[in-house]
Structures are given as structure tokens and as C-alpha cells.
């Protein structure tokens, strides 16, 4: 495949560009719109054969037509400079804000979601977290609520104001996840489920794509290329820690990997301090270091009873902790001219 791009002149209009477009899609080629602050880019993917340059650049609008040794990547920064923001419940995620996103690891009652949910908000977090449907090791752990679960997302979204982010765990469900989701979570064990990542592109939800726990980050990527070539651009990556010989965590969490996504593409990337150690004792320190490398947010586990918790009990922190972690936040963002 020869890829291609055709890079607009700075004042190109509306209609210019929708002509080239159009003119892609004729040719039975797609074409992906990539709004720059300066100008604006068409990228083409799905070209067999050669795509001649000439035949663009002779159209009113193009400043010129490049082609491409390397396979075309909607989400690398090669193509898209800027840093990707993305808008949830009148909130801007990436960029230079930093976003906390907190909550229980699975919905298991309406007390015990509500419970949780207050204390997120007073707290100052900005995104609930909680799981319908959960991947676990054992068939017989608790799976979750699925729908049910979703409606007790729902009241905890009316009662405290913040959006929630929720796992879809295959296909069947991804349309219901994504009527109550205002984020939809894709999970460590499904980042390379394609027919999954297909499915959510498709939808007009934003989706964290969690990096699979053996994966690279060039893997990573191609994931989120998978949602991107569907259409959604709205994709937030997130780092929940590497399986190694490590002993002393569940995983080992690769902060390295904050600064080197954001070298290869412009996608907010955040850290999971929870999953990424698994132990309570070790989530403040590695999410003040999260904070610290640079990533655009947390997700990190909350629970009010944590040794009573059907999932994760042992990573959670409490509500009292979450608070102190805020502090510990707001000053190291301040730090790095991030707002939070
Ligand atoms: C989760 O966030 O609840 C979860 C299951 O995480 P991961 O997919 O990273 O294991
Ligand atoms: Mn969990």
C-alpha cells in the first residue's frame, strides 16, 4: 500500500476540502480529515495502487500532495502535530489538563456505587469509574451486573454530576455500554480484539484503550489505529502496567512508556496506578509519579470497604486517601503548568 497525504493550503475552505475528499472516495479510496491548527490534511488509506500526486494538486485548496514510505497512522504525531483534546460533559481531556478519573473497580450495589461516587466528587475527581461487565481469571469470581450495572452508573451520574467510564467486554454489548458510557473502557485482555476495537470505532463515545499486558507500544498504537480508521478519533490511551519476574507488584508499571507515546502520537495517555501495582500500600506513590512523567490523567481504584470488595479489593484505596492523593496532584500539576 502507498499511502498518501494531501496537505491543504493554510486558507482552504470548507468546500475545497469536501471536493478532495469526495474525489478520494470516488476513486474507492478513504479519506481521513486531520484538522491541523494551521492547516488542514486529508489523509488516504485503502489504496491498492499508486495514487498519482498531480491528479490532487490540480484541485483548488491543495498546497501539495505527499506521499508516504511508512504505513499512514491516523494517530501518530507525524501526521497530526497537535495533542489530541478530547470534550466529555463540558470537560477537556488531554492537552494540558490533567484529569482524575476514580471509582470502584466494579459496580456491585446502588449503596455501595453511591457511596463511592459522593466521595469521588467531593474529592474533586472528575470521571467515575466502575465496571458492569469484568474480565476475570476465574469463571467463578464475580462477573458483574452488566445492564443493571449500567443503570447504577446512570443514578450515580445524576446524583453527583460526573461522567462515567465503563468497560465493554465484547461486542454484543458495546451499543448498550455506549447508551449510558460517556467513556468507554476497552480492557488489557481486549486491546488486541479487533472485531471489538472495530465495533467501538464506530460508535460516537470517546474510548480508553487500557495497553495489553504484554504489549508494546507500537502494538498499542496499531489498537488504536483499528478505532480511528473506523471513524473515531476520540481514543485516550492508558498504561496499567507490564507483566515481568517482578515479585514485589501484580504488574510492573512502565512510566517510561508516558513520554515515549507522547513522542509517537498525540493521543492523551494516562496511567492506571491500580492495576499497574496492585497493592493499596504502592498506588499514591506511582500515581504522584504518573502525575510527575507527564501523562495527561489517572484512573485509579476507590472503594469505601475495600476488604469487603467483590473485585480488587487489595488495590483499592479509600476515600480518605483519594483526598490526600488530590493535594498531592494539584501541586505537582501546578508544577508542570497542567490544570486540574
Ligand atoms: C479495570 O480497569 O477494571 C481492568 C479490568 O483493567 P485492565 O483491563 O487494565 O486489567
Ligand atoms: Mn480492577
Redesign the pocket.
Known sequence: MRAMLIVMTPGATDEEIGRVERRIESLGFRAHRLAGSQRTAIGITGNERAVEAAEFEALPGVSHAVPVTRPFHLVSRETHPDDTIIEVAGRRLGGSHFTVIAGP?AVETLEQTLAVARRVQSAGAHVLRG?AW??RTSPYSFQGLGRDGLKILDRARRETGLPIIT?AMDTETVEMVAEYADII?I???NMQNYSLLKRVGRTKRPVML?RGMSATLDELLMSAEYIAAEGNRQILLCE?GVRTFSSHARNTLDLAAVPAVQALSHLPIFV?PS?GTGRRDKVLPLARAAAAVGAHGIMVEVHDQPERALSDGPQAIVPDQLESLMRDLRAIAALLDRTL
Do not use: I, L, S, V
Open positions: 473497580c465496571g469484568k474480565p468497560e473502557q480492557g488489557a485482555r487500557k496499567r492506571d492495576h
